[in-house]
């Protein structure tokens, strides 16, 4: 038992410190008088009472999915360091893979009891820094998968963007052609 009170306090630390750089919470503690991590807690557990009850589930669980991660990418992009970079496309390449499959699958998960709360917490296991699941997920399935097709996807994508392109000079043509038509008409 002192263990496990010995772990929530070091993981409320743990909160304290990285809650404390915000101004606005600590000024909310201020007023307040409860503690940040209180408040944290709270608004934590009142997003999960909203998504295990699907009280708009799938709006915040694709919030959580979207919010941090897109701002971290944004942060990533802009310094210097690369190494970050390449875990914020690893998860984005996951993440989308999972949105294109939850897609196809809807109609059958919608009827799985408590999704989209299993969608949040899968969410969080793809992106926080003591998990990375993405890059898991990237390394064992879906990156494998990528190279093993990567030949035939790039032809693929070759032969589309040279028949775009040809369709495009054709088009460009006809409205000329149809453009110097109507000219000499008048």
Not at 48 to 69: A, Q, R
Not at 98 to 124: G, R
Request: charged content about 25%; hydrophobic content about 45%.
């Amino acid at each position: 038992m002192d263990n496990v009170k010995e772990r929530l306090l070091y993981f409320n630390a743990q909160a304290d410190k990285e809650l404390s750089k915000y101004p606005a919470i600590c000024d909310l503690e201020k007023k307040t008088n409860v503690p940040k991590t209180y408040m944290a807690a709270g608004v934590v557990t009142f997003i999960f009472t909203l998504i295990f009850f699907n009280v708009w589930g799938e709006l915040l669980s694709d919030v959580i999915g979207w919010l941090y991660p897109a701002y971290a990418s944004f942060k990533a992009i802009e310094s210097p360091e690369k190494t970050d970079d390449v875990q914020w496309l690893t998860y984005w390449t996951v993440y989308g893979f999972i949105n294109m499959a939850e897609f196809f699958s809807d109609i059958i998960l919608y009827w799985i009891p408590f999704y989209f709360l299993f969608k949040t917490v899968f969410f969080l296991w793809l992106f926080l820094p003591p998990f990375r699941g993405a890059q898991m997920i990237y390394a064992k399935f879906l990156g494998p998968t990528l190279r093993a097709y990567e030949g035939g996807i790039d032809k693929n994508l070759k032969n589309l963007k040279d028949k775009i392109e040809d369709a495009t000079k054709e088009a460009v043509k006809n409205i000329s052609d149809v453009t110097n038509k109507s000219e000499h008409v008048e």
